[in-house]
């Protein structure tokens, strides 16, 4: 005789119920699952786009292009950081990869000894400038072209609610650059 659940709710009736937890209904669990699912697909597609076309990973793009649109092609670490939405630690290691190609260098702040710049340098601007055309295509492809106008539009609402909402302003908020 087969016991196993036949549905999430199921699944999640069969485990030791507590008051607080409101478990996802199978509808929420599809849209959640679907998420992962493309999100998890979208990522390793532009990363290996990136690979393939510049030897870089698509988190090492988003560096360059953050740079690329700073005033004097320059941020402060902790602001671009901020930016990325990546941890220091991390972003740390990425720029030395970064130096380490010649595409990025860092500068010590004139007013503050603790504080660096990462500079795009022009090697920097111009891989980018040689890589954007196939990434912009690959992100067209996979997004915009698969979506009407108002899915577009939809996305970018819900995308948006999401972010504002893990992205709180208290001071002591939990959030990758500040750590």
């Not at 849209?31 to 990363?47: C, G, K, M, Q």
């Not at 504080?115 to 954007?132: H, I, K, P």
């Not at 990434?135 to 996305?155: G, I, Y």
């Amino acid at each position: 005789m087969n016991t196993a659940p036949t549905s999430a709710e199921e699944a999640r009736a069969a485990e030791k119920p507590t008051e607080e937890t409101r478990w996802l209904s199978d509808d929420e669990q599809r849209v959640w699952r679907s998420y992962l699912h493309a999100t998890t697909l979208l990522e390793d597609h532009l990363d290996r786009q990136l690979q393939r076309d510049a030897g870089m990973p698509h988190i090492y793009y988003g560096l360059l292009v953050g740079l690329a649109e700073a005033p004097r092609r320059r941020l402060r670490m902790t602001e671009l950081a901020m930016q990325s939405k990546i941890t220091r630690s991390r972003l740390s290691h990425a720029i030395a990869r970064l130096e380490k190609n010649g595409w990025v260098r860092r500068e010590d702040c004139p007013s503050d000894k603790r504080g660096q710049f990462a500079v795009l340098t022009d090697a920097g601007a111009e891989v980018l400038g040689r890589t954007a055309p196939g990434h912009v295509t690959a992100v067209r492809q996979a997004v915009f072209e698969r979506l009407t106008p108002e899915q577009q539009e939809t996305l970018g609402e819900i995308m948006q609610i999401v972010a504002e909402g893990l992205q709180p302003a208290d001071a002591g908020a939990d959030l990758p650059w500040l750590r």
